[in-house]
Every structure is written in C-alpha cells, then in structure tokens.
C-alpha cells in the first residue's frame, strides 16, 4: 500500500522561507517521480517542482524557478521541498505525489503535470501573507 505523508506546511512572511516533507512508503521501481503541486482556493492544482528519485534530474514550474528547491534523503524515503523568498500567490495546499516518468527516446523525465502522478498524499497548507 503506497502511502506518501506531507509535513511541514504553516504559515509565513512574504520573503521567508519554509520547508516541506514528503515521507513515502509502499513505492516500487515503477514510480520514480516524486512532485510537488500546489492548489489555492480559486486555482486548479498546478505543478511545483518534480525530482527522479536517485538521480540528479529535477524540474520545476517557472513562477518557482530559483526560490525552491526540491530535494531528496533516500535513506529516509522522503523528498523536501524548501520554499525560500515566499510570496502572497504561494499560498495553498501543497500536495506531494508519486508517478512514473514520461520518455525523451531513452531517457525518462519526471515533469511537473500532474496527470503523469498515480498516488497522491492528504496535503499540508502553505499561507504566506504580506
């Protein structure tokens, strides 16, 4: 049974910064796409940011690009997502989820869609105010 458990969301300042966890259990070869998507209240779910597990590939929305950062402990079975320079629009309920990877040729991809993910965890809110 795949489990995939977030911890870690709250509140913050415009500018500050969070860290998200993903602690997923159950998983096999299949499905070695970990993401992050997020959700507002008033927007459909949208991709973050997407790591293949044991490799360096990571990918990552544009309104992202350079303030987080996902990342991975596999001896822990979980993947982070650190939020820094946070802004008002980052606010929502940051799911994390696992899929298998699409391919360019040979090379598998893990984006940031998130119909390309299978298994998904409760969530965890992010509220960022200004």
């Known amino acids: 049974q795949v489990q995939l458990v977030e911890s870690g969301g709250g509140s913050g300042q415009a500018g500050g910064s969070l860290r998200l966890s993903c602690e997923a259990s159950?998983?096999?070869?299949?499905?070695?796409?970990m993401g992050w998507f997020r959700q507002g209240q008033l927007t459909e779910r949208e991709g973050v940011a997407a790591?293949?597990?044991?490799?360096?590939?990571?990918a990552y929305a544009d309104s992202v690009k350079g303030r987080f950062t996902i990342s991975q402990d596999n001896a822990k079975n979980t993947v982070y997502l650190q939020m820094n320079a946070l802004k008002a629009e980052d606010t929502g309920m940051y799911y994390c989820?696992?899929?298998?990877?699409?391919?360019?040729?040979?090379?598998?991809?893990?984006?940031?869609?998130?119909?390309?993910?299978?298994?998904w965890g409760q969530g965890t809110q992010v509220t960022v105010s200004s």
């Open positions: 790591i293949y597990v044991n490799s360096t590939w990571t």
């Open positions: 159950g998983l096999n070869h299949d499905h070695p796409c």
């Open positions: 989820a696992a899929g298998a990877p699409q391919y360019i040729g040979p090379v598998p991809i893990c984006h940031v869609r998130p119909n390309d993910y299978n298994y």
